[in-house]
């Protein structure tokens, strides 16, 4: 059972009834499995977060290539690493070069949502049960692409709303209105 994993999902509060089913099955998962970050179960724990600059309201987007879209930053829990926060933390920098993230406007989890992830070489189709939290930089211009084939893109919500899929718009949503203005 992850704690930490229980503790940010504890005042969390579904807005429709299909996250509260991802919710639900998220639970089942924390609650029962001695690793729920484990990627070798066909449904595991990611944390992501969409990174703000809160000054501009611009939002940063990855190019990924496995799924072929523009999304948020995020993934898999490093061996031994619990708190979903951190994970997003930890993501946020290796995958945008940011070195001065911190959560946004607190460290309140904003959308919980089941993700189908298609198989790719000896690595079977799953589902990552993300845990997306929000993170600001004071410093946009400082990004960096860790990688040649997953560039980042600054947007305004509404740009970013056009370019990306159905739940990471969601998600947008819920940072809108975070935003100021």
Not at 77 to 101: F, I, K, N, W
Not at 116 to 130: L, N, R
Not at 141 to 158: G, I, Q, T
Request: hydrophobic content about 45%; aromatic content about 4%; glycine content about 6%.
């Amino acid at each position: 059972m992850s704690t930490a994993c229980l503790d940010v999902l504890s005042g969390f509060r579904p807005r429709s009834p299909s996250e509260a089913a991802d919710v639900a099955r998220v639970l089942e998962l924390v609650e029962s499995a001695e690793d729920p970050w484990l990627r070798s179960t066909p449904l595991h724990v990611t944390a992501s977060a969409l990174i703000v600059h809160p000054e501009s309201g611009r939002v940063l987007l990855r190019w990924h290539q496995r799924q072929q879209a523009w999304l948020q930053v995020g993934g898999h829990g490093d061996p031994g690493e619990t708190d979903p926060v951190e994970v997003a933390l930890r993501e946020g920098r290796e995958e945008s070069g940011l070195t001065d993230l911190l959560p946004w406007p607190d460290r309140a989890l904003v959308h919980v949502v089941v993700v189908p992830v298609a198989a790719k070489g000896d690595e079977p189709a799953h589902e990552h049960a993300d845990l997306r939290f929000v993170l600001a930089t004071a410093e946009p211009d400082a990004v960096r692409p860790e990688k040649e084939h997953a560039p980042l893109r600054w947007l305004s919500v509404a740009g970013a709303h056009a370019v990306t899929e159905a739940n990471v718009r969601e998600t947008l949503a819920r940072v809108e209105a975070l935003l100021p203005g």
